[in-house]
């Protein structure tokens, strides 16, 4: 579901007769449902909201009108228009039963940053129909967005315009996510359910949260804490059938009348499944087990505000028996043979057994925000972050422990100062924001072999954004420098090996007691954009975004010695790697016709020094290594001109029915990534294929008590990927496929709560295929068919009916 | 599972620390059982042939001294002479371990989960095609009712132990494959005629510990 161009600034006043119309979408303030049956005036017009809380008022008169939007169990709402041309307007309403005493808190969206880059936001029904399932796979509806599926059950990492893993950069509530991202089996740790809106910003560069931003950013905002007195909160059960799925979850949010300005919250979840089951077999030992848990607590004061929060992820998650160390010629024989040998024994049980992984993830954070004056706002986060890994994998009975730990933990300090807004000429103001970043990492890892080395990091940044805004043209620009040094203490093995092969200067260490080498490096890379956003006709807004963004190497990409599990390879890495520049260009069209919405955007990224992973030419020096399990190819990272460039398309069409609303509506998605290897003219491994989505709706109007029902239908088509180069992968990509999903749902309102169901199918057809962006594609088929059946309640109980103070509303802001 | 508690309480832990304010450093969550350096490596592989009633014992071993990565292992060639049979013993060890590790005496513990297949153009043998130009010929010499209890399934050969007959002059390659095949979902993955599958090109189940080849000459 795109919701396309809304949340726009309004559009300012300018004579022209009364042929505009004023289109919007109510939603509800607390949950960002939309608010169906709504009665919206404006004038003397009025029209109802439909199903998806959409409404249109044609025939309007440019100038400034009152609009009133009113319906019995929500406050109303009322706001001033200027109309100008087709004017669309975003309004939340408040229900009533969460009205505090007699004050009408009106939250008008808050104006967000000029974004030039395409962009799309999950939540209210959109984000409620991905509840239970995976991080990236909530993401997956996306266009432009697919998941690199790892091989353990459910996990995944968001592929973003064919970049996955340390080139998206994912903000969990406000703070840059820091795990070991490095692996490609290495997940993201956020937990979905502690978002109220997860926004996909795609396209490269990041200003205002920091390099590695080469395919988008992801930002994951927890709801706004309670801003009056009473309990709210959210349930969610979810059943699913492959894998035997149970996920249940509850937030509580609260304010209380005698503490004015405090709010809390609590929020948790637990998730457990058995091994998913593909339609031959079941994928042996992929069950997993997962919680998360949270709490928020916040105070709002006259001019500042201050908020302290603390989450932990837990997951332990089994590997497919079906990746198996192997010989390469073993690896291959079994590849040939289409399903993983002696699958017959495979079961799906909830037991996770060797080889897994255990991963926890703390995130302390407390940010403070304070009005300076009437100059600006300043906003200080301070964040911890600490991710411990250890892979388990298959051994003899006399070993207990983890084969590989690995724990990183993260302080950082981000200050960031936003200016009022300045007004330069009528009609034309100067927004914008500066801000710096501290952050210090250290990463310890363990294992019986060398894989990487331990590192301690200091990174710093500065930046300025600015933007000026006018009536039918948005600007924006800004600079950014970052400074980054790691010192990465190799063992006396790792070093020796290292500095044996060549790939390591001695000059660049200093020898450690133990004979290892402390290895320092440093990084500066400055970065830029410009953006432009047109409002060039009626309802058709162009975008457009130039930027040169950088990423400093990670440590595996410098200092990457040893073999991957599962994979017949050898991985070295470079030490001499500098930063990979990207220059990228985006166009973005946004069109919105009365039954036609669309979003139609490309991008050319051109990276210079791309570090990529790919095999040493078998006759060089170092080709081949001899291990002891096999002769096996050497993978390095080294740096190569690239190029990567597609578009995605999304529209929606809903015309209007018979009897208003908008009943039926088709949607659809087109994306596609192509990349080149400029250097050696060849193509990229793991570059995700073209996808297709069509889908049909239907909404069913109010029935007794049930609102908001729909049903729907949908199938992806996913290409077979044609470019690609044998020699950088280990096996051929896998055929195109298509899978069939479809979905129904309905809310029932039982007083002051709601109740929502919803029925999901996915893999309709219980088609057998395989995923390149997959890496179970080398060893077994994707899980087969599976119902989803998803039972959500909203509930709200009254706060003391005792007078509190009044909700400073104005100022709102989306993390608060 | 026992982890869970002690670590759920450490979180519980934190997160009062962290509603009183007292953020980041204190939340720490080592959980020192587990060590995370549990060895399982496999660097050495070594090869002993002795000639029946004494005599001089041939030995070769591939070793790969500082594990996977970094510099390349290498193997030792095996010179047999002509006519003669051999008892070969295997050993496998880690020797990033000081002193270094004997996974030979594990692997015998284990013996209903672990099988070791000599495959190459110099040998003919169980998991081998019929090739009767091959240099050596080789049989197993031991059994899992050797090294424990045969609990599970039929007595099968574990292959730590085998006769090598030197019996055309020649060069070829020797391969030694270690397979852990422990039990998949109670039912045991080892057994009977895995070495005949492999020799008929099909694919064997559990994963390789080891797959090291040598250069044997027969003279």
Known sequence: ?816 | MTYLAPRFAASLRCLSLGLAGVLAIACTTDDGSDGGDESEVITTVRLTFTPPGGGAAVTAAFTDPDGDGGVSGSSDPIALVLGTTYDLDLEFLDELQDPPEDITAEIEREAEAHQVFITGSAVEGPATTSDPTAPVLQSYADLESNYGANEVGDDLPVGLANTITARTAGTGRLTITLRHMPELNGQPQKTAGLAQMLASGASLPGQVDAAVDFELTVQ
Not at chain 1, 230 to 253: P, W, Y
Not at chain 1, 582 to 609: C, K, M, P
Not at chain 1, 630 to 646: I, K
């Open chain 1, 1 to 816: 579901m795109s919701v396309v161009g809304l949340g726009l600034a309004l559009q300012l006043l300018a004579p022209a007769p009364c042929t505009d119309s004023v289109a919007g979408r109510v939603v509800d303030e607390i949950t960002g449902q939309p608010v169906p049956a709504a009665l919206v005036r404006l004038g003397s017009q009025s029209v109802e909201t439909d199903a998806t809380g959409h409404f249109e008022l044609p025939g309007v008169c440019p100038g400034d009108h009152g609009l009133t939007v009113e319906r019995p169990d929500y406050q109303t709402v009322r706001r001033e228009v200027s109309v100008d041309g087709d004017t669309e307007v975003d309004v939340h309403a408040l229900p009533r039963e969460l009205e505090h005493e007699d004050h009408v808190l009106v939250k008008v969206a808050a104006a967000r940053a000029t974004e030039t880059r395409a962009s799309e936001t999950l939540e209210g029904e959109a984000l409620a129909r991905t509840r239970g399932k995976g991080f990236a796979e909530a993401l997956r509806g996306v266009a432009g967005v697919t998941v690199l599926r790892s091989s353990a059950g459910g996990l995944g990492k968001p592929v973003i315009r064919g970049q996955y893993g340390r080139r998206n950069l994912l903000l969990n509530d406000g703070v840059r996510h820091q795990g070991q991202e490095w692996g490609i089996d290495h997940a993201p740790e956020i937990d979905p359910f502690s978002a109220g809106s997860i926004t996909v910003l795609k396209g490269a560069g990041s200003i205002r949260y920091g390099p590695d931003a080469v395919g988008g950013v992801v930002l994951v905002e927890p709801p706004p804490l309670r801003r009056s007195a009473g309990v709210s909160g959210q349930a969610h059960l979810v059943g699913v059938s492959n894998g035997r799925q149970g996920i249940t979850a509850l937030r509580l949010d609260g304010a209380h009348a005698k503490l004015p300005g405090f709010a809390w919250r609590v929020e948790g979840n637990v998730a457990r499944a058995a091994a998913l089951v593909a339609p031959d077999y079941p994928l042996d030992n992929t069950g997993s087990l997962g919680w998360n848990a949270g709490a928020t607590t916040g105070y709002f004061g006259k001019g500042f505000d201050v908020r302290l929060s603390y989450r932990r992820f837990f997951q332990k998650a089994g590997l497919c028996t079906c990746l198996r160390n192997e010989s390469p010629e073993a690896f291959a024989q079994s590849f040939a043979l289409g399903a993983p040998v002696g699958a017959d024994l495979y079961t799906s049980e909830y037991r996770i057994e060797r080889a897994f992984q255990r991963v926890t993830h703390d995130l302390a954070s407390a940010r403070g925000r304070v009005a300076v004056g009437t100059a600006g706002e300043l906003t200080a986060t301070y964040a911890f972050q600490d991710n411990h890994r250890d892979e388990f994998a298959v051994v003899r009975q006399g070993v207990s422990g983890p084969q590989i730990e690995l724990d990183l933990r993260t302080h950082s300090g981000d200050l960031a100062f936003e200016h009022a807004p300045v007004p330069l000429a009528e009609g034309l103001w100067l927004e914008g924001t500066a801000g710096t970043t501290v952050a210090h990492q250290v990463n310890a890892f363990e294992g019986n072999q060398t894989l990487i080395p331990d590192y301690a990091q200091w990174w710093g940044g500065v930046f300025v954004l600015e933007r000026v805004a006018t009536e039918h043209f948005e600007m924006q620009w800004g600079v950014r420098y970052d400074g980054l040094t790691r010192t990465s203490t190799l063992s006396e093995r790792d070093y020796l090996g290292q500095t044996g092969t060549g790939r390591l200067e001695a000059d660049d260490c200093e020898r450690t007691a133990d004979g290892g080498g402390r290895c320092r490096f440093p990084f500066n890379a400055g970065s830029g954009s410009y953006g432009v956003l047109v409002r060039a006709l009626r309802g058709l807004d162009v975008r457009l975004d130039l930027t040169s963004a950088a990423r400093m190497p990670n440590v595996d990409e410098q200092f990457l010695n040893g073999v991957a599990p599962s994979f017949p390879v050898l991985g070295l890495g470079g030490s001499s790697l500098g930063v990979e520049r990207t220059w990228g260009a985006s166009l973005t069209l946004d069109q919105s016709h009365r039954w036609l919405a669309t979003e139609t955007s490309g991008f050319v990224n051109y990276i210079d020094d791309y570090i990529y992973f790919a095999p040493e030419p078998s006759d060089g020096p170092l080709g081949l290594n001899e291990t002891v399990r096999g002769t096996y190819p050497v993978f390095s990272f080294r740096p190569l001109d690239a190029v990567f460039y597609g578009f995605e398309h999304a529209f929606e069409i809903s015309p209007r029915g018979p009897k208003g609303g908008r009943p039926v509506s088709i949607d659809g998605q087109i994306g596609l990534v192509r990349a080149r290897d400029v250097t050696h003219r060849g193509f990229l491994v793991f570059v995700p294929p073209g996808r297709y989505r069509l889908g049909l709706t239907y909404r069913w109007p109010e029935v007794w008590k049930l609102r908001n029902g729909y049903v729907s239908a949908g199938g992806t088509f996913v290409d077979r990927q044609r470019r690609f180069e044998l020699e950088a992968d280990f096996a051929a990509p896998p055929p195109a496929y298509f899978v069939l999903g479809a979905a129904a749902g309905v809310e029932l309102p039982l007083g002051d709560q709601v109740l929502a169901l919803g029925l999901e199918g996915g893999n309709l057809t219980n088609a057998r295929y395989r995923e390149y962006t997959s890496l179970l594609r080398y060893f077994a088929d994707e899980p087969g068919w599976e119902l989803r059946l998803r039972l959500s309640l909203d509930f709200a109980m009254r706060g003391p009916a005792r007078a509190g103070r009044r909700s400073v509303a104005a100022r709102a802001r989306p993390w608060l």
